[in-house]
């Protein structure tokens, strides 16, 4: 069964999900994370919780920084000009935020907005959130060498009964 909102603009996907649990926005926040990484068409399993909430307790802590006034511990006052405005347009300029500043696409960045649309900006910048082990950019890095290179080992690891054909994929050996 597919999710209706696979389909939606990146708007709905975030208004819906912000709705929802915050667990899931943060296991879709870890899936979205792999996803970026592997093949579309291989599936697999990873810890996409936990993987989700090092890449949340990392992006909160820079977006702080980036739209909290940290002495008065409220939204600086280009940021609380767009809370006071239209929902959709603080949406569209997390989306955009996000997206240009890490180079993330949107499988993370609408996850990791709706979050941020959950928590109201005004709740995230009245406490100052811990210093993560790993920055965004590393969290990104390290996602880059390590599970890139492993998918890629999984995905194109010898198994038996099945052989590479001259396009490299895999096909079944007939008998």
């Not at 959950?118 to 390590?146: D, E, Q, T």
Request: aromatic share 8%; with cysteine; hydrophobic share 40%.
């Amino acid at each position: 069964m597919q999710d209706p909102l696979e389909y939606a603009s990146p708007v709905k996907r975030v208004q819906a999900l912000a709705r929802r649990s915050e667990d899931l926005s943060i296991f879709y926040l870890g899936e979205g994370l792999l996803g970026a990484f592997k093949p579309p068409e291989m599936r697999c399993k990873a810890p996409y919780r936990e993987m989700g909430e090092e890449l949340w307790a990392a992006l909160e802590y820079e977006l702080h920084q980036l739209l909290c006034d940290s002495a008065l511990r409220k939204p600086k006052d280009w940021t609380a000009e767009l809370i006071e405005g239209d929902t959709r347009n603080l949406i569209v300029a997390l989306l955009t935020l996000l997206v240009a500043k890490y180079e993330m696409t949107l499988a993370v960045a609408v996850p990791a907005t709706a979050l941020l649309v959950k928590k109201r900006l005004a709740g995230l910048c009245a406490k100052r959130p811990n210093r993560p082990k790993r920055s965004v950019r590393a969290i990104f890095s390290y996602m880059k060498r390590h599970w890139h290179a492993k998918i890629q080992a999984a995905y194109w690891a010898p198994t038996k009964g099945i052989s590479r054909d001259k396009h490299s994929r895999r096909t079944r050996k007939r008998r």
